[in-house]
């Protein structure tokens, strides 16, 4: 069933957002690059791809139901980081922003009756709740290494293998 005009807006928002995610973390994944953190840069990567898995699963929802999926305009904010944990700083902000609009989907739905798109809000919801803490975990631990190097190196050693 084919959602109504205004649900299909909302998710064409949400496609351009994840976008906008992807390219974010690619930006934080060069930032890392230039200083020589090879793991974090490898893990910001990973999620730069997860967030175009994200727009992909959206667009195939909407394609699906006969919607016209549309990315819209992408708008990347300057990033200037100094600190490992300014750029999960940065990461967690840009995730919360994400599960804030994941959540008024739901909301949207609920209120236009589209019992179709529930699924898919609700796998969405989830993997917000589990990237907030993800992230928020390394935030944390960037700030209790506070710029140490050894401790630097060492969490960059333990994201390189994670995405």
Known sequence: M???EELETAFNKQITMEFESSMLYRQLAIEF??????????WMMGHAAEEITHADRLINHLTDRDNHPVIGDI?????KINTVAEAFEVALEAEEKVSESIRNLFRLGQETGDVDSRPTID????????????VREILGRAKLINE???????????LAGKS
Not at 33 to 42: M, R, T, V
Not at 75 to 79: A, D, G, K, N
Not at 150 to 155: D, N, Q, S, T, V
């Open 123 to 134: 796998w969405f919801i989830a993997e917000q709740v589990e990237e907030e803490a993800t």
């Open 75 to 79: 708008h990347m904010p300057s990033i």
């Open 33 to 42: 690059e230039l200083k020589d953190l090879p793991g974090i840069a490898s």
């Open 148 to 158: 140490d190097g050894p401790g630097i190196l060492r969490l960059d050693d333990e």
């Open 2 to 4: 084919k959602m109504n």
